[in-house]
């Protein structure tokens, strides 16, 4: 299994950036995909992530309204679009794929994408 993250960038605070996870490899059955952040010197911790079975969605509060995630099962790939993006949201973003029973727990999932920077300063 092999996951790709990509769309990371230098932004301005209010500024937008999707973010792309292809998936390959991979043919299980139920799983979720997920991203997360790392910021420098912090903890990695869950943004959001999308079910296969049904699409479900979930968010961190602190983006909730910001950020969708969303999926194309023809490309493999999942996005996550950012909007309104903060100074506070400056961090490493990983996709991650798993089968967890706590979705925005980053022990719950398996496999990890390289990461990808963002940055949102002015």
């Known amino acids: 299994v092999q996951l790709q993250a990509s769309g990371g960038g230098l932004v301005q605070p209010g500024d937008s950036l999707r973010l792309s996870c292809v998936v390959s490899?991979?043919?299980?059955?139920?799983?979720?995909i997920g991203w997360f952040r790392q910021a420098p010197g912090k903890k990695r911790e869950g943004v959001s992530y999308?079910?296969?079975?049904?699409?479900?969605?979930d968010y961190m509060n602190s983006v909730k309204g910001r950020f969708t995630i969303s999926r194309d099962n023809a490309k493999n790939t999942v996005y996550l679009q950012m909007n309104s993006l903060k100074a506070e949201d400056t961090a490493v973003y990983f996709c991650?794929?798993?089968?967890?029973?706590?979705?925005?727990?980053?022990?719950?999932?398996?496999?990890w994408g390289q990461g990808t920077l963002v940055t949102v300063s002015s």
């Open positions: 999308i079910k296969s079975s049904d699409g479900t969605t």
């Open positions: 490899g991979f043919t299980s059955g139920a799983h979720a």
């Open positions: 991650a794929v798993g089968w967890p029973s706590i979705p925005l727990l980053d022990a719950e999932y398996d496999y």
